[in-house]
């Protein structure tokens, strides 16, 4: 079975401030991870993915992720966010087993100006 | 505009109706996934199809079907509609053996 789980549902940062949101994933077999982010009433955009290599992967907009196979996480950071990267994200994880990929709750997240 | 498309957009139908929505994937995209995503929730797995073969079933109510075509689009027909049915429903389209999924607009169905 595989499994996301993101603990945190809200998180509210200023604008200006670092980021991270956490993701913890289960899975026994090659973990396949993914970020998207879906703004308020639109669909879902990719963010960055991780495949294998450099555990630290860039994304789009100053997102960047890190895959711990020893934590079982893949948490995404920003050195400074923005008011527009108010939205919700989601983890999601793939498995070499033919079967879809599982989401994680999503994180809201919320920048003060 | 060579993204997933999703059909309609926006529908109502009342209880106890009836709908489908369709899904036409990317070009060359063998791989449709169903979601359904409440009150902009978390989105949860209904089902996938690949090669036109169902491979993966999640919360797939009996009262939803879904077939995939030879040309590899997806259709869910939906029958005796719950008020709890109304939400949004995505697909994402992949290439067999990928793991990047393509989002489709969504569709939102509201049922009254």
């Known amino acids: 079975a595989q499994s996301v789980t993101q603990p945190d549902a809200r998180v509210t940062v200023s604008e200006g401030a670092s980021l991270q949101l956490r993701c913890k994933y289960s899975?026994?077999?090659?973990?396949?991870l993914f970020w998207y982010v879906q703004y308020p009433r639109q669909g879902l955009q990719l963010l960055l993915k991780y495949y294998s290599g450099d555990p630290v992967v860039q994304g789009v907009n100053g997102f960047e992720a890190e895959f711990s196979k020893s934590n079982s996480s893949f948490h995404l950071r920003k050195a400074s966010v923005h008011w527009s990267d108010s939205a919700v994200y989601f983890c999601?994880?793939?498995?070499?087993?033919?079967?879809?990929?599982?989401f994680g709750a999503g994180t809201k997240l919320s920048v003060k100006p | 505009d060579s993204g997933v498309v999703q059909s309609p957009r926006h529908i109502i139908k009342e209880k106890g109706g009836r709908s489908v929505l369709t899904c036409i994937p990317i070009s060359g995209h063998s791989n449709v996934v169903w979601y359904q995503q409440t009150l902009g929730k978390e989105l949860k797995f209904l089902i996938q199809?690949?090669?036109?073969?169902?491979?993966d079933k999640g919360f797939l109510p009996s009262r939803f079907s879904v077939q995939q075509f030879d040309d590899y689009h997806s259709e869910m027909n939906m029958s005796a509609l719950e008020l709890e049915d109304s939400a949004m429903y995505f697909c994402a389209s992949s290439l067999l053996g990928g793991f990047e999924q393509f989002f489709g607009p969504g569709t939102r169905l509201t049922v009254l």
């Open positions: 999601v994880l793939s498995g070499n087993n033919n079967n879809a990929p599982r």
């Open positions: 899975y026994s077999g090659t973990p396949y």
């Open positions: 199809h690949y090669e036109k073969v169902e491979r």
